[in-house]
């Protein structure tokens, strides 16, 4: 069903039967609403609601809601049958004017109680602006059955989404856009959602979201700005599941319908028609289950480990045992060595008593002795006293006679350093001699080389005139070198045409090898996106001779465009499956490769094959020229450059010989290249891709223009007619370089002999000026040697002289040698006198220190005596002090041995315990050895064996303990679990009867079979692995099978989509549901049937709002009265909506039929 307007047309609003009823027109141009198969279907009656939709770049849209009256009944499956046939008699024939006497009456009733019609939550009214296709549109809906209809392209998905995004669901929801700011009207900076939802308590919630360009939304309710999250929790409250697919199920999504496994709709039918706790219950349940599991696992592993402990401990048993005997010797053992230091300690204590009284001995008798020595003492000191008083006249002595002796030294030395200086003066009087005798011996050589050379100048003859002969020789060496200035300047002139064509050689080199490059740099784009092909590509170029056909490489890097701006052309035409794929001409390559690369080597490869049409067979239907007026430049195929192998597979697989390609102009053509060249399905403008498509249902013809992304894969490109160019400048300018480096060679072959002869007349030339100027060389070198004569004679020493001053300074030195000698003996005779009295002193002293020598004799004796008594008693007295000592410390040892504290007695309990053993330390030695003996006789158990077996023993008391403890835990989960399961499978089970009686009742209605069950696991606790499944059948030969996305038709899936959702219908609390487009790929018959039940079950008083988008709707359809049928439809002659007046259009309508 759908309306439109075309010129010099009649609006028909019914047909029975040939029987046409005009409405009217409006400036010439007439409308009808909608026909199929040559009949016009009667809509219903207009009421005074009107909807206006804006207008959008020259083409408007206008949304027309119409309602009728009619009340279904009730939903018991009898009464559903009778009112199933009481409105199948609404398509009878009857008057028009009946028709609209029965409409007024409607009408009128149902403005005094519409209102109450409406649920909690339902649609009252929806804005848009800005929005997708609208400019501007405001519409009201009604409480029951919503059908929105037109053409595909209009709108009408728009309203889903915009109830959607306006009611807070995810974008992601609608499976059209990534960002809200997607769903903006191009052009325009915002758009604005606004929802009035229905409140029975009050007045009704408004809610508005305006998107912005920056993916930015702000929300307001009832006026007040509002955050996401209380928009949610309102919609929440209202029970609205935008994304349940049992209520909203988007044009996008109605597949995914079919897709959901039975789980997911068991959990998505809970949450639309279940109870408010069921779904709650339900995934309670499942966690439940999970920690049922997990307390099991624990209990599990708990008895093991206690099971292992016990295990553990008896194989340890024995070891314990003999652990504790041993214990027990060595408990023995232990007393006995903390008695031993306290038996150590009394015979200490003895000892200590003996040695003191011999002390205080040994100190009485040291005093007597002391008093004896002082006598001997006092003599000794008198002695000592004579004796310092001649040490010092000794040293008095020594002073002097050590400064006398030090002046005699000096003297001596003062004469020593005279005879040095005098043999110095006669030394230099010998050297200046000895040079004289030199400066003579050079001198007669020098006369002797001039006599030599002055014989040598008079015997040399005049030479022959050599002046003619240089001349000659000097004329011939500038002609020579004139002739090798040439052939340089020649060889220059060469050597930079060599250097220009290198560089030009180079330079094409260098552009040639970045133009190769590219394909590296593909190669590594490909490498990054696709590891195969490329793993495959690098085989194939190691592998060649195994082909015998042309195997063309992947399409990125065959393909090159001839300018870099034409690459995001080429690739918003191809897919990305063809860029990586090989291109074969070739079949028996095409299965060889296959083989090797996929089956061999593992390899995810893509291959085509090239079709056997010759390239010139693909021509467009018209030249570019036919399109040039709007701006197009070219097809597709002329701008770029590949094999001809892979252009024919472009062409045979993507049109490009007929894909044309335009500029900026082209855009603001798209109306007329629409209008007048249908033939264009598929072109560019500069930054766009359009494609036109003609719908199946009524011939009209959609638009759809995408984005051209920026490219991926031909990003660098290569220009194959500049390389050929470079090929060829290389090759020419190579083959120049080659003349011009011989003829470079012949000069340089020229300058070498120019050059050998040129050395020979400068060797001739040489010799001629050799022998010109020999004379007066010899004449040069006859006056050198007298001048050096001259020099040496000037350099003459006057020996006598030197040696009257050598006698004069050596009688001045041996004067001050006899003063020297005078002073020396003076100071040698003042050292012998105070020798002389120093022998003297030296007599006396030896008898002082003979007395004292005698005396510290008698005194030493006396001393040795005290010293030997001092040191008894010292001796005495250590060993007191040694005893004392080692009994503190056997008495400390003693007490840190029984763990007695410093300051406290032995305990009686450790007294009676020494008194059991032997009081000697033999006997306690002995008793030692004994009980260790015993022990060590014993296996010695490790301690920490004792250790562990006691504390598994503690261990396994603990584990008995939670054992029991986990056990009634989980007894107790159970019953919960159990409990639970019974609050939400049995209402779960009666649940599903009753969708299934429904769903059964819409099946049998359409003639098939239909059924929906419970699925219940093995293990009926896995709570997760409940599910609906839906089982169907369709034809009268076939078995009920389950709805699968494989085993049913598209046109079957949606049948039993929609079915199941109309039997959720009277069970849902929810206040609408939403289906986009469900019936596309039904037959006409399961459509009209399926449309029908909707009618009947939807438009009851009971039933919540329902809305039903749809492009087309078959002829002699049921409707109901309280339906309400939105029509969307746009084009070029729309009238404005300002301008649009349903009053007017019926007052027009009813002149006609009058």
Known sequence: MYVCHKNQRVMYVGQTDQREVYVGHTDQREMYVGHTDQRVMYIGQTDQLEMHVGHTDQREMYVGQMETNYNVGHSDQATRRSEF?????????????????EANQRREQRAANNNSDYVEGSIVRIKLENILTYDSVEFLTGPFLNVIIGPNGTGKSTIVCAICLGLGGKIGLLGRAQQAAEFIKHGKQKGRIEIELFNTDGDNYVIVREIQKNNQSQWSVNGRSAPLKAVEELVLSKNIQVGNLCQFLPQEKVADFAKMTPEELLENTEKAVGPPDMYENHMKLKEARNQSRNLQQGFDNLEERLEQDINKNSRLEQDVKNFQERERHLEKVEILRKKRPWIEYDDKRKLYDVVKRERDTKVDSHKQARVQFEPLQRRLDEIALKKERADGQMKQKTNSLRDFATKAQANSKEIEAATDKNNEIQDELNLKKTEENARRKRIQDLQRQVDALQSEYQNTDEQENLQPLLERTTNEMRAVNRSMTQIN???????????????????????????????????????????????????????????????????????????????????????????????????????????????????????????????????????????????????????????????????????????????????????????????????????YQYTFRVSKYDGTISSRSSKIRYPSWLTASADTTREKELESQIREHQDELKKQEEKYRDLQRQSKDFEVRMNRLREEKKQLTQKKDQKKKLLSQIENKRQRIRTEEGEAVNLHAEKERTLRKTREINIKKCKSLQLMKENTQKCLEL????????????????????????????????????????EAKILVRQVKDSAKHLLEIAKRATGTAANAELSNELRERFEQYPA?????????????????????????????????????????????????????????????????????????????????????????????????????EDYEKYGVKIKVKFRDNETLRELTPHHQSGGERSVATILYMMALQELAKCPFRCVDEINQGMDPINERKVFELVVQTVCKKSSSQYFLLTPKLLPDLLYADNMTVLCVYNGPSMLNHTDWSLKKFMRRRRKIVD
């Open 835 to 874: 020798i002389m009295g120093k022998v003297r002193l030296s007599l006396q002293h030896a008898s002082i220190v003979k007395d004292q020598e005698i005396v510290e004799e008698e005194l030493r004796d006396q001393s040795q005596h005290l010293v030997n008594l001092e040191r008894s008693v010292e």
């Open 85 to 101: 046939d009481m409105m199948a008699a609404v398509r009878r024939k009857r008057p028009i004017d009946a028709l609209h006497a």
């Open 920 to 1020: 000697t330390l033999e006997e306690i030695d002995s008793m030692i050895h004994e009980e260790q003996a015993r022990a060590d006789s014993l296996f010695q158990a490790d301690k920490s064996i004792v250790k562990e077996y006691e504390a598994r023993k503690k261990e396994i008391a603990a584990l008995k303990a939670e054992l029991e403890k986990r056990r009634s835990a989980m007894a107790g989960h159970q019953e919960e679990i159990e409990r639970a399961k019974q609050q939400w499978l049995e209402p779960l089970k009666v649940l599903i009867d009753t969708i299934n009686n429904n769903f059964s009742y819409f099946f049998s209605c359409m003639s098939c079979a239909g059924e929906i069950e419970l699925s219940q696991p093995e293990n009926q």
């Open 489 to 687: 300047e020649d060889g220059d002139g060469i050597r930079r045409g060599i250097t220009d064509l290198k560089r030009q050689i180079d330079g094409c080199q260098q552009e040639l090898k970045k133009m190769q490059n590219i394909e590296n740099k593909r190669m590594e784009i490909l490498r990054g996106k696709d590891k195969d092909t490329y793993n495959a590509v690098v085989w194939y170029k190691q592998n060649k001779d195994q082909f015998r056909g042309n195997v063309h490489l992947p399409m990125m890097l065959s393909i090159n465009p001839k300018d870099a701006s034409y690459a995001k052309y080429i690739e918003m035409h191809i897919s990305a499956k063809d860029f990586q794929a090989f291109v074969f001409e070739d079949s028996q390559d095409y299965t060889n490769f296959m083989n090797i690369i996929r089956d061999e080597q593992r390899l995810k490869v893509n291959a085509v094959k090239v079709p056997q049409a010759p390239l010139d067979s693909f021509k467009p239907k018209y030249s570019i020229d036919h399109y040039r007026q709007y701006g197009f430049q070219g097809y597709l195929k002329d701008y770029m450059h590949c094999p001809d192998g892979v252009m024919r597979y472009l062409c045979a697989q993507y049109n490009v010989h007929s894909i044309p390609v335009g500029n900026r102009r082209t855009k603001d053509c798209i109306p007329d290249i629409k209008r007048d060249h249908p033939e264009l399905r598929t072109f560019f403008t500069d930054d």
